[in-house]
Each structure stands twice: as structure tokens, then as C-alpha cells.
């Protein structure tokens, strides 16, 4: 779980945040275990220097709690095991 919330950070940190509103869906890929790769999608909220959505995967939305746009940095955290929730599609 750590290398998939540090893979979230380094994916919205790396979008070019300057000026910019981060609000929409977002999907990438992130490596998985025997060499595979996971989608990921985030959606996001952007009001200001906050920052509110969820991220999913496979069928698990977390909420980003607590999110904050710093300069050119985002500052987020997430309880996967706390307040995890299961996709309806």
C-alpha cells in the first residue's frame, strides 16, 4: 500500500502545478506486483489551495483527506483501511 500512496503523490506532483486548477478525472498506471501494472484514477476537487476527491482502484474508492496544494507541491493523505469504500459501477 505505501508504494500505491506513494505513486498517487508522485503522480498528482508531477502534473505541473503552476497556476493550475487540478479539478477533473485523472487515470494512469502504476506498477503491481509480478511485474503487471494497476489502474488508477483520481478525482479531484479543486477550491482555492484545497483539494478534495477520491482515488480508485480496481473496485476501491479512498478518499483524500485533508488535501492542500502547496506551491508546486500536493499534500495528501489517505486511510485505506479506515474509510475505504466499495465502487458501485
Same mark, same amino acid.
Given at each position: 500500500?505505501?508504494?500505491? %500512496?506513494?505513486? @498517487?503523490? %508522485? ?13 477533473? /478525472?485523472?487515470?494512469?498506471?502504476? $506498477?503491481?506486483?509480478?511485474?503487471? %501494472? #494497476?489502474?488508477?484514477?483520481? *478525482?479531484? !476537487? #479543486? +477550491? ?8 480508485? *482502484?480496481? /473496485?476501491?474508492?479512498?478518499? &483524500?483527506?485533508?488535501? +492542500? &496544494?502547496?506551491?508546486?507541491? %500536493? !499534500?495528501? @493523505?489517505?486511510? $485505506? *483501511?479506515? *474509510? ?5 459501477s
Amino acid at each position: 500500500m505505501r508504494g500505491l %500512496v506513494t505513486a @498517487g503523490l %508522485v503522480l498528482l506532483t508531477s502534473l505541473g502545478l503552476a497556476a493550475a486548477d487540478l479539478s477533473g /478525472t485523472w487515470t494512469g498506471t502504476i $506498477p503491481a506486483r509480478n511485474n503487471e %501494472v #494497476q489502474d488508477i484514477t483520481f *478525482r479531484l !476537487v #479543486q +477550491k482555492g489551495d484545497a483539494l478534495t476527491g477520491k482515488m480508485y *482502484r480496481d /473496485t476501491t474508492a479512498v478518499p &483524500i483527506l485533508d488535501g +492542500k &496544494i502547496l506551491g508546486d507541491k %500536493v !499534500v495528501s @493523505g489517505w486511510s $485505506p *483501511r479506515s *474509510r475505504s469504500e466499495t465502487c458501485s459501477s
